[in-house]
């Protein structure tokens, strides 16, 4: 990971601090027992930046379904919920951030990147 993109992390979901920051990322990755979704995830929420570069937060729960959505799915490969993901996170309006949140907060009881992805206003 390139260090900018690790220090936006810091900064929005550590505090600053690199142990909040170890804290909570090991607290992700405990999420589901799929050892890369945590990983994944983290990479994609690094380049979710708005029109400033300013990395957008996300809820705490919406980053726990995003992680459990990611490792858990079994109705689609890998890649697939990789760009599912990703084009949720393509939109930083506050409008589109508002329905990532709450889609992810709900992700890990959908099994459908469709569903996923379908009403989100930066969908393909």
């Known amino acids: 990971m390139h260090v900018p993109r690790l220090e936006r992390l810091l900064a929005a979901y550590g505090a600053g601090e690199p142990d ?5 990322f090991i607290g992700w990755d405990r999420e589901c027992s799929d ?9 994609l929420l690094a380049v979710f930046v708005d029109e400033n570069g300013t990395l957008v ?11 459990r959505w990611m490792g ?16 949720l996170l393509s939109s930083t309006t506050p409008d589109a951030v508002r329905q ?5 907060e709900t992700a890990a009881a959908m099994d459908d990147a469709a569903a996923l992805v ?7």
């Open 20 to 24: 909040v920051f170890a804290a909570t």
């Open 35 to 43: 050892a890369e979704a945590a990983r994944i995830v983290t990479e």
């Open 57 to 67: 937060r996300l809820s705490d729960d919406a980053v726990r379904g995003a992680v």
């Open 72 to 87: 858990g799915s079994t109705a689609l490969p890998s890649a697939e919920r990789d760009r599912a993901l990703r084009t």
């Open 100 to 104: 990532t949140t709450r889609i992810l």
């Open 118 to 124: 379908a009403d989100h206003p930066g969908a393909c």
